[in-house]
């Protein structure tokens, strides 16, 4: 698993006391209950003097947390009786201590050869550290054995039973694998240090990730990192130009929105308590948020306490529609040690009280690594608490139309292995994915890699919108505001907002669907466009535009794209409420504009009946608008049929241009 090394000091720490704490209990139950169900009050698996000094000896030395001179006499004792049990399984504990697993496991495998019935706890413990180390075929076999004892502890027992599920599905899955060929994404990001917890924009385009810049003096330095992409191939990474942002202390697990204008980060305690220079905090780790402006970044800015709380907020993924922030916290009333929960964004800019996924994604175990793709419907996450390898694997469960989550499903081998997989990043394509491994053939350390993702395991297809806002006169860039509606429900799927800086924007297009897109900024007419993305042949092609906004005077045409007429008639397809109720609330927003509506076509046809058809259906929007609230008296309308063309009636593309409906500005 990759922890940020706040996160990772967090989790060790409290690792090694538990550890030490349960090999203890293990040690002291295990030798003296157990095991003395077996022998006599008072006396050891050996009757060699020597031997007992040498393990008592050794006992007080492990009591004072002297593991390798305890090792010595454990040594000694085993040298002196070879038969002596007790020796063997503490020895197991101080190997898997020190993570010498095969060690650990020899240890056991002496102990259960001189007796398998001296304690029925050994084949549950070498179970579990044979599945550390992918050893499944005999992992089974031991747990097997252990459940058919009796006077199991009933956790022990449950553990036991999944884990032959583990070992039962491990051993299919590496007998099916997955297609996985990792390719190093390269010296433009990867160098000697780690590099991990990628973050892509949807354009592919730029490259956000976290790199240790440790020093001699300095064994753990975590920066966010930048690359860009340039003919193919990421350039050289660099710090993310912000002052507030990378700090002496460590920042870890960003999220980049899809246009990459917001970046989402995690921000734990240090040891005296700090969340860095002039950032407040709340509990042992908090979700912080920076916004791009030009090419800078502003300063980053705690949450708040709706999302943020006493306890830890960590791993924050941010949706492309804008709207919900999923993340991962050990809060009270969740599921297991970490749950997954999303906080969705209020019309007033704050975020709302967050929810718990359920138990349909949240399990009885720890669930980490959240990422929900642009698709806005497909959650990636880490779970040590479902039928896997063991540790830690991958899963994705999707989200149906009801917004009700399906059942997670392992990503297979091996993507997920006996060890802790954690930090998944699909690309907006679906089909590329993105993950840190230390695996040989690097430039060090941990090292960021790309792989093609297998098709069951992609999200839904996308595209993207992307170019910049500007000022019709004056060129200037704006920070407009985008809708992006589904005309089929009028519903708004996606907001978001231009750079203020340089006016630049990115969208993404979820396929398979038509949708209006509306973008509108104060002072400024509002812009409509039309993406029937149902009829698209190349459905990875992005849109490349910019979009023009011209203020609000006299004389300014909208034109609105997404209204909609049956063929020859004038009556209004329902897909035209969402452009119409756009302009409505523009009208109301700007009190004193008065406009003429006016419909348009094309050259087919008798002249007269298309004037007649296009005052018609100019009338059936202003009719619209007046039974929605709109003064009457504040418009007007009028149909010019063909005698307006935006160009020549000479193919079927540019007479489908000229059938429109516009609204223009008589006065202000």
């Given at each position: 698993m990759v922890y940020n090394a706040v996160e990772f000091n967090y989790f060790k720490k409290k690792y090694l006391i538990q550890m030490?704490?349960?090999?203890?209990?293990?040690?002291?139950?295990?030798?003296?209950?157990?095991?003395?169900?077996q022998l006599p009050p008072g006396e050891y698996t050996s009757k060699n003097k020597k031997a007992i000094a040498h393990f008592e000896n050794a006992m007080k030395l492990y009591q004072q947390q002297k593991d390798d001179d305890a090792k010595e006499a454990?040594?000694?004792?085993?040298?002196?009786?070879?038969?002596?049990?007790?020796?063997?399984?503490?020895?197991?504990?101080?190997?898997q201590i020190k993570g010498n697993i095969p060690a650990a496991i020899k240890e056991y495998e002496k102990a259960i050869r001189i007796s398998p019935d001296f304690n029925i706890n050994n084949f549950y413990n070498i179970g579990r550290l044979e599945m550390k180390i992918g050893d499944y075929k005999n992992?089974?076999?031991?747990?097997?054995?252990?459940?058919?004892?009796?006077?199991?502890?009933?956790?022990?027992?449950?553990?036991?039973?999944?884990?032959?599920?583990?070992?039962?599905?491990?051993?299919?899955?590496?007998?099916?694998?997955?297609?996985?060929?990792?390719?190093?994404?390269?010296?433009?990001?990867?160098?000697?240090l780690d590099e991990y917890f990628p973050a892509i924009t949807a354009d592919d385009q730029t490259f956000l990730f976290t790199r240790n810049n440790r020093t001699e003096r300095i064994a753990t330095q975590e920066d966010f990192m930048i690359s860009k992409k340039a003919n193919g191939a990421w350039q050289k990474a660099y710090l993310i130009p912000s002052a507030g942002i990378n700090t002496q202390g460590n920042e870890g697990a960003p999220s980049l929105s899809v246009d990459g204008q917001i970046l989402f980060f995690?921000?734990?305690?240090?040891?005296?308590?700090s969340f860095g220079p002039g950032r407040?905090?709340?509990?042992?780790?908090?979700?912080?948020?920076?916004?791009?402006?030009?090419?800078?970044?502003?300063?980053?800015?705690n949450l708040g306490t709706t999302v943020n709380t006493q306890f830890r907020e960590t791993q924050p993924s941010f949706s492309a529609d804008g709207k919900s922030l999923y993340f991962a916290s050990n809060r009270p009333g969740g599921m297991g040690e970490h749950d997954i929960y999303v906080s969705e964004l209020n019309p007033d800019g704050s975020w709302g009280r967050p929810s718990n996924l359920g138990k349909n994604v949240n399990s009885k175990g720890d669930e980490q690594s959240v990422f929900i793709h642009p698709d806005g419907r497909t959650l990636y996450f880490s779970s040590n608490g479902r039928v896997g390898m063991g540790g830690y694997d991958i899963y994705l469960v999707r989200k149906d139309n009801k917004g009700v989550w399906g059942t997670p499903v392992n990503l297979g081998y091996p993507l997920n292995t006996y060890g802790d997989e954690n930090s998944l990043l699909v690309g907006a394509s679906g089909d590329i994915a993105y993950f840190a491994s230390n695996r040989a053939g690097g430039l060090g350390g941990l090292d960021m890699y790309k792989f093609e993702l297998y098709k069951e395991a992609r999200p839904d297809l996308i595209t993207y919108l992307k170019g910049k806002v500007y000022d019709v006169r004056s060129n200037a860039p704006l920070g407009a505001h985008f809708e992006l509606i589904d005309l089929e429900t009028a519903k708004t799927v996606i907001e978001s907002d231009a750079n203020s800086g340089n006016g630049e924007f990115l969208v993404t297009l979820p396929v398979d669907k038509n949708y209006a897109l509306n973008v509108s900024m104060p002072g400024y007419l509002f812009y409509s466009e039309?993406?029937?993305?149902?009829?698209?042949?190349?459905?990875?092609?992005?849109?490349?535009?910019?979009?023009p906004m011209q203020p609000i005077d006299t004389g300014y045409v909208i034109e609105l794209k997404n209204v909609f007429f049956e063929t020859a008639k004038f009556d209004l397809k329902p897909q035209s409420k969402a452009e119409l109720n756009k302009?409505?609330?523009?009208?109301?927003?700007?009190?004193?504009?008065?406009?003429?509506?006016?419909?348009?076509?094309?050259?087919?046809?008798?002249?007269?009946?298309?004037?007649?058809?296009?005052l018609n259906r100019a009338r059936t929007v202003y009719d619209y608008l007046?039974?929605?609230?709109?003064?009457?008296?504040?418009?007007?309308?009028?149909?010019?049929?063909?005698?307006?063309?935006?160009?020549?009636?000479?193919?079927?593309?540019?007479?489908?241009?000229?059938?429109?409906?516009?609204?223009?500005?008589?006065?202000k």
């Open positions: 030490k704490n349960i090999f203890f209990l293990i040690t002291l139950i295990g030798l003296f209950f157990s095991c003395k169900a454990l040594l000694k004792a085993v040298e002196k009786d070879s038969t002596f049990i007790e020796p063997h399984l503490l020895l197991a504990e101080i190997y992992a089974k076999v031991d747990f097997e054995r252990f459940l058919k004892k009796q006077h199991i502890n009933p956790d022990s027992r449950e553990i036991a039973e999944r884990n032959v599920e583990n070992c039962n599905f491990a051993l299919d899955a590496i007998n099916n694998p997955k297609p996985f060929k990792p390719l190093n994404l390269g010296e433009g990001i990867n160098t000697d995690t921000v734990c305690q240090d040891q005296t308590g407040k905090g709340y509990g042992g780790c908090d979700i912080f948020y920076a916004q791009k402006v030009g090419d800078a970044w502003s300063k980053p800015y039309n993406f029937a993305l149902k009829e698209l042949t190349d459905k990875t092609k992005p849109f490349l535009m910019d979009v302009l409505i609330t523009f009208l109301n927003a700007n009190k004193n504009i008065r406009g003429e509506l006016s419909g348009h076509t094309d050259n087919v046809g008798d002249k007269k009946l298309n004037m007649t058809l296009s007046v039974a929605n609230g709109v003064d009457a008296r504040r418009l007007t309308y009028k149909g010019y049929g063909d005698t307006k063309p935006k160009v020549k009636n000479d193919s079927e593309t540019n007479r489908a241009i000229n059938r429109r409906t516009e609204f223009k500005v008589v006065s």
